[in-house]
């Protein structure tokens, strides 16, 4: 009989500690904290589920390629193993480092976009959407309608509604849409991946009509591999060799290197355009730092030179996708709603329907986020309606899309008693997910308010 239990394709060679705390204790950290776990230490979590984002732990190759990094201010020979490494995957022109995703968006929107603009996605993450309503321009989603059954599963979730895309460009006209971008895999819907099928398609529609397409490429390697698994015509091919394909049909791409990059920090924005490539370096020297660096230290750029080599190998990938649906799996039959099927890099808990009691506006995404460290430790993260913000013409709130808690798994870092523990934390707030009440903001700033609101509990 083959051997059918996954482990990890790796040995651990170098410790670091996690600190348990009584629940009496996380009860005064969680009041401290205003009931947002963003404002708790580090070291008062357990188990952290917060992000998948520079989370995940180097490999040997990758910590022998910190000490080759070279320093240099201007042409280190780090920039050019790091932008041979981009080529050799993605295939684009131009190569410009940044410090992480968001500073690759907020180049590329303030050099493409200007206000009454519009850019489709089939969804936007929260850092895309800020830095395009920053320039004054409209960031749109556009996801299959399939996308909002959670409990339905769909191979590819994360596609976008071709037909709304052609509506939309033929109701704005191309002058008002500066590029469209397929965020790949979807993270905001739920970490579910495009097809190569629905690339092509977006692809085409934006060719006819002469606009470019950027790929948000953050976890690039994760959706290859599920194209191997479930599209039709790809089970022979690597996933280096779906990835390029991916990127032969985009003009550019805005990557943090944080996710599918394997390192702890770092990102790039890539071109084929080569006007556009000496605006967007323009402004990186402005801000983030000269063409070879971006803002990176050498070793930096060394480690993700590596890392997007290793995150393509075949067996991390199975180990990573198939771990990440076991957390799903273990919870979903006990009835826990979840978006299904399970996503490349996290499980989303559907939150409005594990807390019906809780209406949308009492943030049960974020109640849940709490009671999940209260019990165990865990910190995970609202993706609805205090991370959407929404407001109707009146400038009063409003229900976001969706009310979800994402549980992103850390690259490499916990094995799978980690995640054991994690299910049964999950599996004893669902037991006594009545008694749990929603909140109420009492404070919030101006933008990505998530990351810093506090919070009252609701009176029973
Ligand atoms: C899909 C997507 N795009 C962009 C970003 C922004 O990247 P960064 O956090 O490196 O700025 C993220 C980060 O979580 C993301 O998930």
Redesign the pocket.
Known sequence: MPIKTIIEPFRIKSIEPIRRTTRDERQQILEAAHYNVFLIDSRDILIDLL?D??TGAMSTEQWAALMRGDESYAGSPSFGRFRDSVQSVFGFKHVIPTH????A?RILFSTVCKPGDVVPNNSH?D??RANIEFVGAEALDLPIPEAAEFSRPHPFKGNMDVTKLKDTIERLGKSRVPLVML?VT???GGGQPVSLANIREVKAVCKHHDIPLYI?A??FAENAYFIKQREENYSNKTPREIAREIFSLADGC?M????DGLANIG?FLCTNNDVLAQQERDLLILTEGFPTYGGLAGRDLDAIAVGLNEVLDEDYLHYRIVSTAYLGEHIAREGVPIVQPPGGHAIYIDARAFLPHIPPLEFPGVALAAELYLEGGIRSVEIGTLMFAKRDENGLEVEGPMDLLRLAVPRRVYTQSHIDYVVEVILEVWRRRESIRGLALTYQAPFLRHFTARFKRKHA
């Open positions: 992000t984002s520079g992480q995703g968001r500073a968006e993450f850092t895309t965020t979807n993270n905001a948000d953050c976890r805005t943090s290197a944080k996710k990102g």
